[in-house]
């Protein structure tokens, strides 16, 4: 049984016109701007900002550029092999299939379970923003069953999150003796979300590009008022907090740039996928980095910094000069925000899947093509239940922390991917610069387990404690990879990617990754139960 059986690619996919080519570099751009640009910007820069001052824009860009060392890997692989399955195609050509099913396991939780979380928080938003013009959803249609049943057990408290869950479960009709508790809003714009994946591409493009529009009116009003009211001593001292306060927000600012990855899954639907997947990545990276500088300029200029530890920094700093009406223009911006990350994300989950299906692992309804529209039907569907169910009736808190690892986990193999990529195919398309990482890399390594060495002198003990098992795995893996660095002469590029996403996945604690760990396992099961025996690759060497 060989677990570890390759794809190639040929120029003359078999997949390639069974879904309608439409999207220009403008399309693919606008998916990547709406992927982004979440609730990252309204909540996000508030918390970095308070922690590292205005020099937190420094961090921003910082960040983009490690975030660039991935999505320069992913163009590389968009580019060679344009076809749809993200890194999960990337996967199969440079690893085998085994690690191609994990990939595409783990992009569940990125886009479907990550979807989840997206629907329960554009329903907060839309409730708070439906109160602001005087309309009220009773309590018990905006919250999940959990919550609610809970608060019953909970001292009567002035909590405002706990007043409210404790009215719904109060004032919640009874079917059968069971209260009716769930998120309608989450559910309705899920509904929407898939009816208009469904339907097809040109119908998901013009919809996604006029709620990206509408993003970035908005935006850009925010900080043409904003610029008005700062006040350049809120800006000094630069960074009151010194490099340590900056970069206690890399983690939460690096996922703020998490989604350009998204565009990938469109490959079957470019009009030139070799061309303009690698340009509309480095395109929506650009422009996000520079409305999130801009965002962090106003912010920490009309107040002083220290005041923007909020969920909703935005809001506050305009009401702090009187502004109250932008507070509602803010509440329709963040709506319309996490309706794009919603469209995207729910627009890639059907064809991974629908690429795994082409393969075998998965049943072949899931790579059904709808005659009509062009789309896979059933696999959008499929996620539509996925993400519309849970949505109503769970309290997910901690999934953000799961899909991080996941998509970081996704971005650190498509690194090391462009590593081992197979060089057969001499197309001139996009490549990751060669950079020689013989005694680079090892001078990196070095540094880093210097770091960590005198970060934990004199606290041995610590170091070696169960919850820091993912820094000791990762100063192991930074060894390794140096070692084959110098000797294989490996680019330095995609290995300051696997360098960084890894460094992000330890910040995210043991417990996640246990989670995680679990969560591969559980793919494994249903891989050797029936992906294997399915394979198409099983008996025969077959092309993408």
């Given at each position: 049984?060989?677990?570890?059986?390759?794809?190639?690619?040929?120029?003359?996919?078999?997949?390639?016109?069974?879904?309608?080519?439409?999207?220009?570099?403008?399309?693919?751009?606008?998916?990547?701007?709406?992927?982004?640009?979440?609730?990252?910007?309204?909540?996000?820069?508030?918390?970095?900002?308070a922690n590292g001052g205005p020099a937190v824009v420094l961090l921003f860009v910082f960040t983009a550029i490690a975030c660039?060392?991935?999505?320069l890997c992913y163009a590389q692989f968009a580019a060679s092999i344009p076809v749809a399955g993200s890194a999960y195609t990337y996967a199969y050509v440079a690893f085998g299939e085994v690690i191609a099913w994990i990939i595409g396991w783990d992009l569940v939780m990125?886009?479907?379970?990550?979807?989840?979380?997206?629907?329960?928080?554009?329903?907060?938003?839309?409730?708070?923003?439906?109160?602001?013009?005087?309309?009220?959803?009773?309590?018990?249609?905006?919250?999940?069953?959990?919550?609610?049943?809970?608060?019953?057990?909970?001292?009567?408290?002035?909590?405002?999150?706990?007043?409210?869950?404790?009215?719904?479960?109060?004032?919640?009709?009874?079917?059968?003796?069971?209260?009716?508790?769930?998120?309608?809003?989450?559910l309705l714009i899920n509904l929407f979300i898939t009816a208009v994946v469904y339907v097809g591409i040109q119908e998901s493009k013009r919809i996604n590009n006029i709620l990206v529009g509408l993003k970035l009116f908005v935006i850009l009003?925010?900080?043409?008022?904003?610029?008005?009211?700062?006040?350049?001593?809120?800006?000094?001292?630069?960074?009151?907090?010194?490099?340590?306060?900056?970069?206690?927000?890399?983690?939460?600012?690096?996922?703020?740039?998490?989604?350009?990855?998204?565009?990938?899954?469109?490959?079957?639907?470019?009009?030139?996928?070799?061309?303009?997947?690698?340009?509309?990545?480095?395109?929506?990276?650009?422009?996000?980095?520079?409305?999130?500088?801009?965002?962090?300029?106003?912010?920490t200029g009309m107040v002083p910094y220290i005041e923007l530890n909020l969920g909703d920094p935005l809001s506050y700093v305009f009401q702090q000069h009187g502004l109250h009406f932008l507070s509602g223009i803010i509440a329709l911006s963040a709506v319309v925000s996490l309706a794009s990350v919603l469209l995207v994300f729910q627009l890639g989950q059907p064809r991974i899947w629908m690429s795994m299906s082409r393969d075998g692992l998965l049943p072949p309804l899931f790579s059904a093509i709808h005659p009509k529209f062009k789309t896979p039907w059933f696999a959008t569907i499929v996620?539509?239940?996925?993400?519309?169910?849970?949505?109503?009736?769970?309290?997910?808190?901690?999934?953000?922390?799961?899909c991080s690892i996941g998509t970081l986990f996704a971005f650190t193999l498509v690194c090391a991917g462009v590593l081992i990529m197979p060089t057969e195919n001499n197309q001139k398309t996009f490549k990751v610069y060669y950079i020689n990482g013989k005694w680079i890399v090892p001078a990196i390594a070095v540094a880093i387990i210097v770091i960590y060495i005198l970060k934990f002198s004199g606290n041995e003990a610590s170091f070696f404690s169960l919850e820091n098992i993912p820094t000791m795995a990762y100063l192991a893996t930074v060894a390794w990879?140096?070692?084959?660095?110098?000797?294989?002469?490996?680019?330095?590029?995609?290995?300051?990617?696997?360098?960084?996403?890894?460094?992000?996945?330890?910040?995210?604690?043991?417990?996640?990754?246990?989670?995680?760990?679990?969560?591969?396992?559980?793919?494994?099961?249903?891989?050797f139960l029936y992906g294997q025996f399915h394979s198409k690759m099983k008996n025969n060497r077959t092309n993408i």
């Open positions: 049984m060989n677990l570890f059986r390759k794809k190639k690619f040929t120029n003359q996919s078999t997949h390639s016109e069974q879904l309608k080519r439409t999207l220009t570099v403008r399309d693919l751009t606008s998916f990547g701007i709406a992927a982004i640009v979440g609730a990252g910007i309204y909540g996000t820069i508030g918390t970095a900002s660039l060392f991935s999505a990125e886009y479907a379970i990550g979807n989840i979380a997206v629907a329960i928080s554009w329903s907060d938003y839309f409730t708070a923003l439906c109160e602001g013009l005087g309309f009220t959803f009773p309590a018990y249609l905006t919250m999940d069953y959990f919550t609610a049943f809970t608060s019953t057990n909970l001292p009567t408290s002035t909590s405002t999150s706990n007043l409210i869950a404790q009215r719904a479960w109060a004032t919640a009709p009874s079917l059968g003796g069971m209260k009716i508790v769930f998120d309608l809003p989450a009003l925010i900080v043409a008022i904003g610029f008005y009211y700062v006040s350049p001593s809120n800006w000094l001292p630069f960074a009151p907090n010194g490099m340590s306060g900056v970069l206690k927000g890399v983690s939460a600012v690096f996922f703020a740039y998490i989604g350009f990855d998204a565009i990938s899954t469109t490959a079957e639907e470019c009009l030139n996928p070799q061309r303009d997947l690698p340009r509309s990545m480095f395109y929506s990276l650009a422009i996000c980095t520079i409305l999130y500088v801009l965002v962090t300029l106003v912010l996620a539509g239940v996925f993400v519309a169910l849970p949505s109503m009736f769970m309290n997910l808190t901690e999934v953000t922390d799961l990879v140096a070692t084959m660095a110098y000797q294989k002469k490996y680019s330095l590029i995609p290995i300051l990617g696997i360098y960084t996403n890894l460094y992000l996945m330890t910040a995210l604690g043991a417990t996640n990754w246990l989670r995680f760990g679990i969560w591969l396992l559980l793919g494994l099961g249903i891989y």
